[in-house]
């Protein structure tokens, strides 16, 4: 998308091989390129670097092995279907996707710095925004916006960053711009009596206190009451700002595998 932004003038920091330091660029075509899954592709600066990745097996009985990805076998189908989804919507439409998605990026960035409570974290030169609050709780927002219709992703604190809400602008929501700014403004209004989350100093000690490597059974149950879920809960729950409220305030260590063995349990299979 990038490349795009800056033919149509936006102000892009340089990003690929015009960079020094960048020797690879990866990307996925599943995402801004609108091809289906499987189809990703790492670019180099040269042959130096490119030829690591490739595998090579003479020290065997059998034939002489050479992949040229970390992958080996490997599904054309993928690689197909991206070349049609390519060459179907073609640079033009590329540059006519891509200049909506900077127009509506942009409508969103100046409609979110005009609500009170919100604020942008830095001014994107994607189409990626992400919106922190001091005074509103982030996290109830994305609940009470996703029973609306839209999806924002909720993003927890690390390293200095607030925790915030993440916005991505695509092709299917670039007619829904001034809707999704109207709804957003009512659930901030409704949410401002609320309050920011408060953080537990003694909740967030106890959970620093717990090795992530020895996470066992009765320590995750308390886990799971703690953030509002029942031990024999099987399915994802429809409000999500306890958990992600018990989240933030754990070390990633701990975070990973508390989701880790959430996810495992919940794609148990049943013995009834």
């Known amino acids: 998308m990038l490349p795009y932004f800056q033919r149509l003038g936006a102000s892009i920091t340089d990003f690929d091989f015009s960079v020094s330091g960048v020797t690879s660029i990866s990307m996925d075509f599943h995402k801004y390129g609108f091809a289906p899954k499987g189809a990703s592709v790492v670019l180099y600066r040269d042959n130096d670097v490119r030829k690591h990745q490739f595998f090579a097996c003479a020290d065997w009985t059998g034939y002489t092995i050479i992949n040229t990805a970390f992958q080996s076998s490997k599904s054309g189908g993928p690689v197909a279907a991206c070349w049609a989804v390519l060459n179907h919507v ?57 029973s609306r219709g839209w999806y924002i992703q909720p993003q927890l604190s690390m390293a200095g960053s607030r925790r915030n809400v993440h916005f ?25 009596a609320d309050g920011p989350p408060v953080a537990d100093p003694e909740l967030r000690d106890l959970l620093a206190s717990i090795d992530p490597e020895a996470l066992d059974a009765g320590t995750f149950d308390v886990l799971l009451q703690g953030a509002g879920l029942g031990v024999g809960d099987s399915e994802l729950p429809e409000q999500t700002a306890e958990i992600n409220a018990l989240l933030d305030q754990a070390p990633p260590a701990l975070t990973e595998a508390v989701l880790i063995e959430y996810f495992s349990r919940i794609f148990m299979p049943s013995m009834d």
């Open 90 to 146: 073609g640079d033009d439409g590329y540059l006519d996707i891509f200049e909506r998605t900077l127009r509506a990026t942009r409508a969103i960035v100046d409609g979110v710095e005009a609500i009170d409570g919100l604020d942008v974290m830095g001014r994107p030169e994607s189409s990626l925004v992400a919106v922190s609050s001091d005074t509103i709780n982030v996290f109830k927002l994305a609940d009470r916006m996703r």
């Open 168 to 192: 991505s602008v695509g092709p299917s929501s670039l007619d829904q711009t001034q809707a999704m700014l109207t709804d957003l403004e009512v659930e901030v209004d409704a949410l401002r």
